[in-house]
């Protein structure tokens, strides 16, 4: 059966275009694009009553694993500065997850993504003492909600060579398990912690492993002042001299944050062309400083960092910081984040997203956010960053298919999910306050 939006006002990203027009779905692709589709018989048509439809939004860098992590109690000291927040709260968090709480933590991020509009999460994950098949734990949870996921195992030596090849290993497997598929549901990248967790020869494998499945590494990289610190200190080069030397740097790499790099570091990054992923409000909950965006002329995506999916919270902050630190950056290069997390994510699944053209994805986003000033491609940032909120959200179709409508979550019972997250958080928490400090 297709399914017919009628009556919408089509708002395209990539590029900004606003149209009322109605979008005809057949499989889990869109079929038609036009001013008036007719539905067919058995159609089930919709009308979106004059209401915005957007494409699925898509988190360019998360970690589902800090689903369970709100509400959580204090630390055992108070972290003062980015290396203790790591050390006393992260690190504490990642030890404790079992084989259980990565799924039930990955659905309960998806569930809430879902929620807010979100149709895609470009995820790493850390899980240093469950590592072996976590990844498929991960796609399971993202798999129960319906969502798309391009996942990693974020490689460190934090917990030496052991700890470090399981986290390779874990990568390999499932980039092997992915390459075996094409369903564009779920794909792999190679993931690494930050460069001051990973010794040189870490670096080295991880890029054959990029060249070996032909994709990028996706890494933290100057989040804090302590990366390059410890690059120059401790490894003899800069970062990015590091990064570069190490094979670290390609095309399809993905740098998430980039808060700290040089001059010269943001240049090498813009003629390579890496993918940046910016995250506003995890870099305000950190106090690790703002990354000069501006700077970047390269893909530069939104992400959230593990702090939930609601990507219209996250553009509204990463407009809200821009001004705070008067960066040149305007509500249309907001825009543009979001449709570059979109690209990235198409080409690592080998689809069509963030786009409402005939032969994308049927990713979807049915609000019930009806302007109230006039609308048009010129203004749509300024709509998206002062106007709507994830709040309009009201129906979201992927692959064709309906996975909330009118608020409610079609494949799952919300209610007892959350329920069974509450055990599940309770017996993490209670882990993590048996472990001692690393
Ligand atoms: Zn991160």
């Given amino acids: 059966m297709a399914m017919v939006l009628q009556n919408a006002i089509l708002c395209d990203l990539d590029p900004g275009r606003v149209e009322s027009g109605s979008l005809r779905i057949e499989g889990t692709a869109i079929a038609e694009r036009g001013v008036h589709v007719v539905g067919k018989p058995h159609d089930e048509v919709v009308d979106c009553e004059g209401c915005v439809v957007l494409p699925g939004l898509v988190n360019g860098h998360t970690h589902l694993y800090s689903a369970l992590a709100v509400g959580m109690p204090p630390p055992p000291k108070t972290p003062h500065h980015f290396l203790e927040i790591l050390e006393y709260v992260w690190w504490r968090l990642d030890r404790a997850l079992d084989a259980e709480s990565i799924e039930v933590s990955a659905r309960i991020g998806a569930l809430e993504a879902l929620r807010r509009g979100t149709t895609t999460l470009i995820d790493h994950h850390a899980s240093p003492n469950c590592i072996d098949g976590s990844l498929d734990r991960i796609e399971r949870g993202i798999d129960a909600v319906g969502l798309r996921g391009v996942l990693c195992y974020e490689t460190t030596d934090r917990h030496g060579a052991e700890g470090c090849a399981a986290g390779i290993a874990e990568n390999r497997r499932y980039l092997k398990r992915c390459a075996r598929r094409s369903s564009g549901r779920f794909a792999g990248l190679v993931g690494g912690h930050a460069s001051f967790t990973l ?224 055990e599940v958080a309770q017996r993490l928490w209670g882990r993590m306050a048996e472990l001692p400090l690393e």
Avoid: Q
């Fill in 199 to 422: 010794e040189d020869e870490s670096l080295d494998r991880l890029a054959a492993l990029t060249d070996e499945f032909d994709t990028g590494v996706h890494i933290h990289v100057a989040e804090d002042r302590c990366d390059e610190e410890d690059a120059r200190k401790n490894r003899g080069a800069a970062l990015m001299d590091r990064l570069i030397e190490h094979g670290i740097l390609k095309e399809k790499s993905i740098f998430a944050h980039g808060t700290h790099l040089t001059a010269d570091a943001i240049e090498r990054l813009n003629e390579c062309g890496a993918t940046l992923a910016h995250n506003a409000r995890s870099n305000m909950n950190n106090a690790v400083g703002y990354a000069p965006v501006d700077a970047f002329r390269g893909p530069v995506m939104l992400g959230t960092d593990g702090i939930g999916g609601d990507l219209f919270a996250e553009a509204k902050a990463a407009w809200f910081a821009s001004r705070d630190h008067h960066a040149n950056l305007t509500p249309a290069r907001v825009l543009k984040m979001l449709a570059a997390s979109a690209r990235r994510a198409s080409a690592a699944l080998g689809i069509t997203l963030g786009k409402l053209e005939v032969g994308a994805a049927a990713d979807i986003v049915v609000t019930d956010y009806r302007p109230s000033t006039p609308l048009s491609a010129d203004n749509l940032a300024g709509h998206l960053l002062f106007g709507m909120s994830s709040g309009d959200v009201a129906t979201v179709i992927l692959a064709g298919a309906a996975v909330l409508r009118d608020r409610e979550v079609i494949h799952r019972d919300l209610v007892a999910d959350r329920n069974e997250a509450i």
